[in-house]
């Protein structure tokens, strides 16, 4: 090993690096960033990132819009839970739920039995902005979609305050940096996030 392979400069702009000792599924409202946030912090803690609507849509050949359309929301529901608690079992990664799924009690048990629960907690009117434009979204298939997202906001902000780790959004945050802040907070805890590098 040559001396500049230890210099301190070099040393300081090596990368953290860790280990993910169990699945963090992320959970929050729609358009909170769970996806998106969820595969850039897989990317960086070079994970598997894993998305239960993703697996529900290629299990059923049909997108989540058209799963509600044909079966309703009770038989989403109960793929839902299948499908969560399958990857749960079966791989250790980042996985993003869906904006329903951790008000389901067995969801929540099952996340808690073998991962942890990262609440990315967006305002309402950061959440508006972000989902205002986009029809992907059936729940807000309604005459008045940010009245009912403010009803959704305020029936599931409760529930999602019982994941053991918060993680705030802010407007102006990028992706990149809101999973600087995902990685930081689960840092905090070493059964989730096992640092390597002493």
Do not use: Q
Request: hydrophobic share 45%.
């Amino acid at each position: 090993m040559s001396e500049i392979e230890h210099t301190p400069a070099d040393n300081r702009h090596s990368p953290p690096r860790f280990r993910l000792r169990k699945t963090v599924a992320m959970v929050g409202m729609m358009g909170s960033g769970k996806t998106a946030v969820g595969r850039a912090v897989a990317a960086k803690l070079a994970v598997p990132f894993l998305d239960s609507d993703a697996e529900i849509e290629r299990a059923a050949n049909l997108s989540v819009p058209e799963i509600f359309t044909r079966d309703g929301e009770p038989f989403f529901r109960k793929r839902e839970t299948e499908v969560i608690r399958r990857l749960l079992e079966t791989e250790t990664g980042i996985l993003s739920t869906g904006g329903g799924a951790y008000l389901a009690a067995e969801n929540r048990a099952n996340i808690a039995r073998a991962g942890v629960a990262v609440w990315l907690d967006a305002d309402l009117d950061l959440l508006w902005n972000r989902v205002r434009h986009k029809d992907t979204r059936p729940l807000l298939r309604t005459p008045d979609p940010r009245a009912t997202l403010a009803e959704i906001f305020a029936v599931r902000t409760p529930i999602y305050r019982e994941a053991e780790l918060r993680v705030p959004c802010a407007p102006g945050l990028s992706i990149d940096a809101m999973a600087d802040r995902v990685i930081a907070t689960l840092a905090t805890r070493a059964d989730v996030l096992e640092s390597l590098d002493g």
